[in-house]
């Protein structure tokens, strides 16, 4: 009895842990709209910040539509190699000044785990026309 309870505890502990880290495109929409004032995610048009549109494997700094606008700071990174893979991505979302120092998104980040995990689940999928 007491292995049957303890199978399903930790069958339940995997499975929170894997939608956690593979996040949920649905509820990231939800969080992005925190964003939407200043970015785009499923057109490429920007507006005060960069479009997101195909983001995630994008070297920092790089969009040709908003090169002229970039902070010099962000420049810099991209030309020092950073990519917005899951890992930068998460770092970024959770302290931009700190993982790109001098950048100009006035946004200070977001405090929760899940949100960010979901942001980038909605960052990776397919925009929906």
């Given at each position: 009895m007491l292995r049957a309870i303890s199978s399903a505890a930790l069958f339940l502990l995997a499975s929170g842990l894997?939608?956690?880290?593979g996040g949920d495109a649905a509820l990231g929409k939800k969080v992005f709209n925190r964003c939407i004032a200043c970015?785009?995610?499923?057109t490429d048009r920007d507006k005060v910040g960069p479009h997101l549109l195909g983001v995630v494997g994008r070297k920092a700094g790089s969009a040709e539509s908003f090169a002229g606008h970039y902070s010099q700071a962000m420049k810099d990174a991209g030309a020092?190699?950073?990519?917005?893979?899951?890992?930068?991505?998460?770092?970024?979302?959770?302290?931009?000044?700190?993982k790109?120092?001098?950048n100009r998104m006035a946004f200070t980040g977001l405090t929760?785990?899940?949100?960010?995990a979901n942001v980038i689940a909605y960052l990776k999928?397919?925009?929906?026309p």
């Amino acid at each position: 009895m007491l292995r049957a309870i303890s199978s399903a505890a930790l069958f339940l502990l995997a499975s929170g842990l894997a939608a956690h880290a593979g996040g949920d495109a649905a509820l990231g929409k939800k969080v992005f709209n925190r964003c939407i004032a200043c970015h785009e995610a499923e057109t490429d048009r920007d507006k005060v910040g960069p479009h997101l549109l195909g983001v995630v494997g994008r070297k920092a700094g790089s969009a040709e539509s908003f090169a002229g606008h970039y902070s010099q700071a962000m420049k810099d990174a991209g030309a020092a190699g950073l990519v917005w893979d899951e890992a930068n991505l998460t770092e970024y979302l959770k302290a931009p000044r700190q993982k790109v120092p001098g950048n100009r998104m006035a946004f200070t980040g977001l405090t929760s785990d899940d949100d960010i995990a979901n942001v980038i689940a909605y960052l990776k999928a397919d925009p929906k026309p």
